[in-house]
């Protein structure tokens, strides 16, 4: 019988191992290929969404900084005030529509939470989608093509990988461009501008992804009042002062100073005087005998002018140890600044003086000194050599002389103030009162009233001395001959057909109403009680009138308005006076400063 043999055979087991081995490996391997490359897609899907999302925002972005450039003054049209025009010439076919009162809701552009029945005027235009994309592609001088009239729908561009779009929302019509006025701010609003950029993803087979940003631009206008050679610096309201006589300014040696913000007109007039084939009336002139100056400082007393524009028509003269500072802004002085005994000027603004023999002089109007050299008394040194000194032209001067009606043969009805008010008479007066020529208030009178939350009046001045301050927020008429004034008046405006004396026993600050202010108050005549915003307390008051020339006392009704043919004739009126020397070229109107912002935003990936 044949014996088997059982022994244990491994040959083989090796190569089997490595094969189970190799084939573990290769599924671990093809595995974590798999998640990379998956990973990597992902990875390269988030980048180009991205980069995706970033350029579609950076069109956002251009568009609506070109818009703000174009529109806004810092333009290539930016001396022009009409924004509603550049506006037009921007992205619009047609005008914005007729203006309607709204009262905004809480969280609404123009509310007021102080004010909740406050209306703003708002209007409504449409804009162009295909104009608003084209800045996105201005640098290249291309045009999106589309509509070419109004339109919610401009069609893709550079190879329809960008579409424009305005949707309808919230009862809004697509393209919808909404105005509201509040006050000194405008704001447009261009309802739901929408930009998408779609790609082509070449390693799937789902084939392309988009990235979508939907918004309303938000584009806003605040109007400030020009300076500078702007031909609106802000009329009555942003005067301190506005005075047909010598301001003389005292101190008893106390280290003290009359502080003047705002714009400021001041005046002295000589006689009639033959003059460039004419008849003027001749800037006011200092003489040791009669001395007939604009402005006066006295022993220790300090003025310091704080405001954008002083215009003096008259000589300024400074005696004793006193000081004049123009603190930054411009000071026009149709005469000489004669400097006395250890007098200072300081100037760190502009001083503009006329290029010219003025009428009843022998010399240019210049700086001058009587008591050392300018270096001693003048700072900086050789200030009509320096940067910081302005002609002022024949030519403005005339044109100065026929807004205060100087350039005739009238010289005691001149002047600023006469060139402003207007004789009053209402059905309760039996004689016509003129505060110009002698007309007096029998006794001082202010009336009040609420104004954006602010309580803001009128005051009809005549006591001699104004002891206190009569309170903020104030246009103040003032009937008597040398005022003088002992106490700030804040935020307030006075208008003076007479010389004022102030009294410098401590500082005193003299500072503008406001234009704004200054409107509403002067908005009213006697016979505008139907009109909206009418309040008898302010607009209607009883003042005790005394006409000049007779004796006769009238209790009457009277408006601050009732002083002034129009709020916009007065304002143009010193805003002419205060622009002398100002080159019309370097501006024209109000300035603007301007925001732009995003509301609603929203973005989408697919």
């Known amino acids: 019988m044949k014996e088997l043999n059982l022994r244990k055979n491994n040959r083989g087991i090796a190569l089997i191992s490595i094969m189970i081995a190799v084939s573990f490996i290769t599924v671990i391997a093809a595995a974590l290929l798999a998640i990379t490359y998956t990973n990597f897609r992902m990875k390269v899907q988030n980048l180009n969404t991205k980069e995706n999302f970033y350029e579609t925002d950076g069109q956002l972005t251009k568009i609506s900084t070109l818009f703000r450039y174009n529109v806004s003054d810092a333009g290539p049209n930016g001396s022009e005030a009409d924004m509603d025009k550049r506006l037009k010439d921007l992205c619009m076919d047609a005008d914005f529509g007729a203006a309607s009162p709204s009262i905004p809701g809480p969280g609404d552009i123009g509310y007021d939470p102080s004010n909740p029945t406050k209306t703003v005027q708002k209007s409504v235009g449409v804009y162009n989608v295909q104009k608003l994309a084209s800045l ?33 929302v919230e009862g809004v019509p697509a393209g919808t461009i909404t105005k509201i006025e509040d006050g000194s701010i405008t704001t447009y609003i261009l309802h739901d501008f929408q930009i998408t950029q779609t790609k082509k993803d070449e390693a799937s087979s789902t084939g392309d992804y988009s990235n979508t940003v939907d918004t309303h631009i938000v584009f806003r206008t605040k109007k400030y009042p020009a300076v500078g050679g702007d031909s609106n610096p802000g009329g009555v309201g942003s005067c301190s002062s506005l005075m047909d006589g010598t301001l003389r300014v005292e101190n008893d040696g106390s280290f003290s100073c009359l ?240 010389p004022i004396k102030v009294n410098q026993t401590h500082s005193i600050s003299l500072t503008n109403l406001g234009p704004e202010t200054f409107k509403y108050l002067c908005s009213y005549k006697n016979n505008d009680t139907a009109k909206d915003g009418y309040d008898s307390t302010i607009h209607n008051g009883t003042v005790r009138l005394h006409p000049a020339g007779g004796s006769t006392m009238d209790n009457a009704k009277v408006s601050p308005g009732d002083f002034f043919t129009s709020v916009d004739a007065v304002n143009n009126k010193v805003n002419a006076v205060l622009g002398i020397g100002d080159d019309a070229s370097t501006g024209s109107g109000a300035s603007y400063k301007t925001s732009l912002s995003f509301t609603e935003y929203q973005k989408d990936f697919n």
């Open 136 to 168: 996105a592609w201005e640098d290249e001088n291309r045009v999106i093509p589309g509509a070419t009239t109004v339109s919610a729908t401009a069609v893709g561009y550079d190879g329809d990988r960008f579409s424009y779009v305005s949707n309808s």
């Open 259 to 498: 502080n003047v913000y705002g714009n400021a007109y001041f005046s002295n007039y000589g006689g009639i005087t033959s003059w460039d084939g004419g008849n003027y009336t001749a800037p006011g002139k200092y003489s040791a005998t009669d001395n007939k100056a604009a402005i006066n400082l006295m022993g220790e007393s300090k003025m310091n002018l704080l405001g954008d524009i002083t215009v003096v028509y008259g000589d300024i003269v400074l005696n004793g140890n006193s000081t004049l500072y123009v603190n930054g802004g411009k000071l026009k002085v149709i005469g000489d600044i004669i400097i006395n005994d250890n007098a200072t000027l300081v100037c760190s603004g502009k001083i503009y003086m006329v290029d010219e023999i003025l009428p009843g002089r022998t010399f240019k109007t210049s700086v001058k000194v009587n008591s050392g050299t300018a270096n001693d008394h003048c700072y900086p040194h050789g200030l009509e050599n320096a940067s910081n000194y302005v002609k002022i032209t024949k030519d403005q001067y005339i044109a100065l002389c026929a807004e205060l009606g100087l350039n005739d043969n009238n010289a005691t009805n001149d002047g600023l103030t006469y060139q402003m008010l207007i004789p009053v008479k209402t059905s309760s007066m039996s004689a016509t009162f003129d505060l110009r020529n002698g007309g007096k208030f029998e006794s001082g009178a202010t009336f009040k009233t609420t104004y954006y939350g602010q309580e803001i009046g009128v005051a009809y001045w005549q006591e001699q001395n104004m002891q206190s301050s009569l309170g903020r927020n104030l246009l103040i008429f003032n009937s008597v001959d040398g005022l003088t004034i002992k106490e700030s008046q804040d935020h307030s405006t006075i208008i003076s057909p007479y």
